[in-house]
């Protein structure tokens, strides 16, 4: 009798320690979690920052956190931006969605594609808006390749913002 609760016990710990780790639909997003810093430019100009990928919520969910800086000629002129976007699975537990917020009021919700060695959120994009894509390129040597496009068309795209980070923290 004692040995039948052993191993009962051992089996529900088994099962409790496997619902706690990440599951393989998070698997396209490994080389891309942990703490990032780059530099990059576009069309606020010469800047830096830093970047982050962390699961949170028992592995549901993938936030991202983002600070970047853009110097200007003078302190009146320096742009700050600070966002923070969450990627989350659809009904058939596919991460393909993913919402994002920033400290300048814009809300984007982006659809997200992998071919190989990227990551592309595409914005869906209701009416007259244009269409933003955030691309994420794996690099070599712990090295990613970030760019933000804009599109009137959905076709077309032009680069406002482009940047090569270096993995500070692997997570």
Do not use: C
Not at 29 to 57: K, M, Y
Not at 100 to 113: K, S
Not at 128 to 146: H, I
């Amino acid at each position: 009798m004692k040995m039948r609760y052993l191993i009962i016990g051992m089996l529900l710990s088994l099962v409790t320690i496997s619902y706690g780790q990440k599951s393989d639909k998070w698997s396209k997003w490994d080389w891309l979690t942990g703490e990032w810093e780059g530099e990059g430019s576009g069309i606020p100009g010469e800047g830096s920052g830093v970047f982050s990928f962390a699961f949170d919520l028992e592995n549901n969910i993938l936030v991202r956190k983002s600070h970047s800086e853009y110097p200007g000629e003078n302190i009146k002129s320096r742009t700050i931006h600070d966002d923070l976007m969450i990627v989350y699975p659809d009904q058939t537990g596919i991460p393909s969605k993913a919402i994002y917020f920033d400290n300048e009021g814009h809300t984007i919700n982006y659809n997200i594609t992998y071919p190989e060695s990227s990551i592309i959120l595409t914005s869906e994009s209701p009416g007259q808006k244009p269409v933003l894509r955030l691309v994420y390129t794996k690099l070599e040597d712990e090295n990613v390749y970030t760019r933000f496009e804009m599109s009137r068309d959905g076709v077309n795209f032009m680069t406002y913002v482009e940047g090569k980070s270096k993995r500070v923290i692997k997570k």
